[in-house]
């Protein structure tokens, strides 16, 4: 930041730093941690003109240490107000040259950080002497983790839910390495307590025994460091290493976390814009080209997907909208953001089909969700129609919509294609709900009463079989019940409907019904 210029809170500057983030969202301050530098393009601030002091005040209660801004390019100035109240509240503002990339600025903060920790954590002794501050800087954490296993002659890993990491050494893990990965997720094991301090924690178990120990715990999400006790039992002299080495990993992951951060704020920024129809075409090319300046390739059409968490705490869906973007960054050229702090917006390619079929997107996302310990999160999702990049809003509008169907016509979570919600949209209306609740009791009052009195489900028997063309052996299948089962249901509901059920000219008519009860369920 030498060329940067101080802005306000000079009695501020003596602040602590420990590490660096980029502000992506609006609402992104209530996920900072404490004493880091918070870095924007402004962009997410343009929605927050009228409050900016109200901004500045909850940068301060949330621990930041500082703010750097990037002028010109969204927000042309600061206002005074929030330069008063940053001077108020001896908080630093630094404008930082707009040609600067963050990763110029996060990279030496973290360093600096690295090597103000290392003085006080590493030992000449430490990996036999292998690593020095110079190399903690500059070395990747897979190369840390290639030293402690040479170091301790057993296989090592370390596991970040929210990072999408699972790193291990040696890097090629063997059938027994997988063990141990569930060892770690599974209770009931034998455990014990060791170390100095009980730090450590040996569990025993699947024919291998492993050491590990938190090196982390963020957003309702715990990063770990596991050793595989493969070759033998480690030393009380190897566990003090590992506590060393603890601390570098968690050194090292946050400035991998860093480093992420930088590249979604740049996706962020791209896909706040593509959704805000206000929006000039200017500002979309702008936009377009500085995406294309990454390196990366922007799609003539998209799919967009939203997936929004229900009942869940802010800083637990900070965990999980991270956890999926690291996840879905990894597929394919998907570009993500975060909106309105509960939405995660996932703009697909249009020749990347598969993600988009509803079974395959809801198994990715319960895959990730389980692989981070969070199976038990309820979300819902909706998928637009294939969209030009520069109309991209109104595909965000139709996957909001076709995810709030969702949730209105079904108590769990789920994926629902908005090309499925046309016909609903055309019943929906206020004006036309009379209608719609006569029309579904007359055609199908008698099996609802039925269902409710004897506690069993004819009604959802019967939509499959009407979808299944009639098809008892298809309708059983889909049931997974037998075939006779079926025959006996669809004799009930033809006895209580006056055999009108299986009439053919009749049988649009349920099939109206049963599509619309929904909307009235």
């Given amino acids: 930041m030498q060329d940067g210029t101080l802005l306000a809170g000079k009695k501020g500057l003596d602040r602590v730093v420990k590490t660096a983030t980029v502000l992506d969202a609006p609402d992104a301050v209530r996920w900072l941690r404490g004493e880091e530098l918070a870095l924007t393009s402004t962009y997410p601030l343009l929605q927050l003109r009228h409050r900016l002091d109200h901004f500045i005040r909850e940068l301060v209660e949330y621990g930041a240490s500082g703010l750097g801004l990037k002028l010109n390019r969204y927000m042309k100035r600061v206002p005074q107000k929030m330069i008063d109240c940053a001077n108020a509240l001896d908080f630093p503002i630094v404008v930082v040259p707009e040609n600067v990339a963050w990763v110029e600025i996060i990279t030496p903060v973290m360093s600096s950080y690295f090597e103000a920790r290392a003085g006080k954590v590493i030992q000449p002794e430490l990996f036999g002497g292998r690593l020095s501050q110079v190399s903690l800087v500059d070395s990747a954490l897979q190369d840390l983790l290639g030293d402690l296993n040479t170091l301790l002659t057993n296989p090592v890993m370390v596991t970040s839910p929210m990072d999408g990491l699972i790193l291990s050494a040696p890097s090629n893990p063997e059938p027994d390495m997988q063990d141990a990965l569930a060892l770690l997720e599974e209770d009931g094991w034998a455990c014990e307590a060791i170390g100095a301090n009980r730090a450590f924690t040996r569990r025993t178990g699947r024919r291998t025994s492993i050491v590990f120990t938190p090196y982390e715990q963020a957003n309702g999400m715990t990063g770990m460091l596991v050793v595989v006790e493969r070759n033998r039992k480690l030393s009380n002299e190897e566990l003090d290493h590992l506590g060393y080495a603890k601390v570098l990993i968690s050194l090292k992951v946050r400035q991998i976390r860093a480093d992420q951060s930088a590249i979604f704020e740049r996706q962020n920024e791209l896909v706040l814009s593509l959704i805000d129809r206000s929006l000039g075409n200017q500002t979309h090319a702008a936009l377009t080209a500085r995406y294309s300046g990454m390196g990366k390739r922007l799609h003539a059409r998209y799919v967009g997907i939203v997936v929004a968490f229900h009942d869940i705490d802010p800083i637990r869906l900070r965990g999980l909208s991270n956890a999926l973007r690291v996840h879905f960054s990894k597929h394919g050229e998907t570009i993500t953001g975060v909106i309105a702090n509960n939405r995660v917006v996932i703009m697909v390619p249009e020749d990347d089909e598969r993600l988009c079929q509803p079974d395959i997107f809801r198994e990715q996302i319960d895959t990730r969700l389980l692989t981070i310990g969070a199976q038990e999160v309820v979300w ?121 059920a299986l009439q053919p000219k009749l049988r649009l008519h349920y099939h109206l019904a049963l599509k619309l009860l929904p909307l009235v369920s």
Avoid: C
């Fill in 380 to 500: 819902s999702a909706g998928i637009s129609q294939v969209t030009a990049v520069e109309h991209f809003y109104r595909a965000y509008e139709q996957a909001v919509q076709a995810l709030e169907h969702g949730r209105s016509t079904s108590n769990a979570g789920g994926v629902n294609l908005y090309d499925e919600t046309g016909f609903y949209r055309l019943f929906s209306k206020g004006s036309m709900q009379p209608d719609v609740h006569r029309f579904v009791h007359e055609w199908l009052g008698t099996l609802i009463d039925h269902d409710k009195r004897h506690r069993v489900d004819l009604i959802d028997t019967f939509r499959i079989f009407l979808d299944s063309n009639g098809s008892y052996r298809e309708t059983a299948r889909v049931l997974n019940i037998h075939h006779n089962t079926v025959r006996y249901r669809i004799s009930q509901i033809t006895e209580m409907t006056g055999k009108k």
